[in-house]
C-alpha cells in the first residue's frame, strides 16, 4: 500500500513522469493558444507541464473557460472543469463562463458549471445574472 501511494503520489503531485524538456514559464501562454485553437490534446500537454488554469488574459482579464464557453467548445469546457478552472471568476464585464453559456445558449456545459460551483446568482456589469440573459436571448434551455 505505501509503495502504491509513493508511486501515486510521484505521479500526480510531483509529476515526476512528465518530460522536462518544455519551458514551464511558456506554459500558461501555450495553454491559452492551445484553448483558443480547441486543441484539447495540446491542452492536456500544457496543462501537464504547469500552465495555470486560471490565468487571465487580456484585453478582456477573462480566462481559458470564458473562452471556450463562448465558442461552444464543449469537450475543452469539460476539461477545464473537470481540472479545476473556477467558474466564478468574472472579467473585465464582470461576465462568467455561466454568463457566456447563457448568452450563447449552450446549456450542455451551463449544468457542468453549476456542478463545479458556478454561482448563478452572480451579476456582471449590466446588473444581470445567467437567467436574465437567457430569458432576454430567449434561450429556455
Known sequence: HDERMAWIRA???????????????????????????????????????????????PPDNETCLHYTVKHQHLAASTFLLLNGADPNIQGESLNTALHYSAMH???????????AGGDADLKNRDDKTPAMLAEKAQNVQ
Do not use: Q, W
Open 11 to 57: 505521479k500526480y503531485v510531483e509529476r515526476r513522469f512528465v518530460s522536462t524538456d518544455v519551458d514551464a514559464s511558456s506554459c500558461t501562454a501555450l495553454f491559452h493558444e492551445a484553448c483558443r485553437n480547441d486543441s484539447l490534446l495540446s491542452m492536456l500537454f500544457y496543462f501537464a507541464h504547469g500552465a495555470d488554469i486560471n490565468t487571465r488574459f
Open 105 to 115: 445558449n449552450f446549456p450542455e456545459v451551463a449544468l457542468a458549471i453549476v456542478r
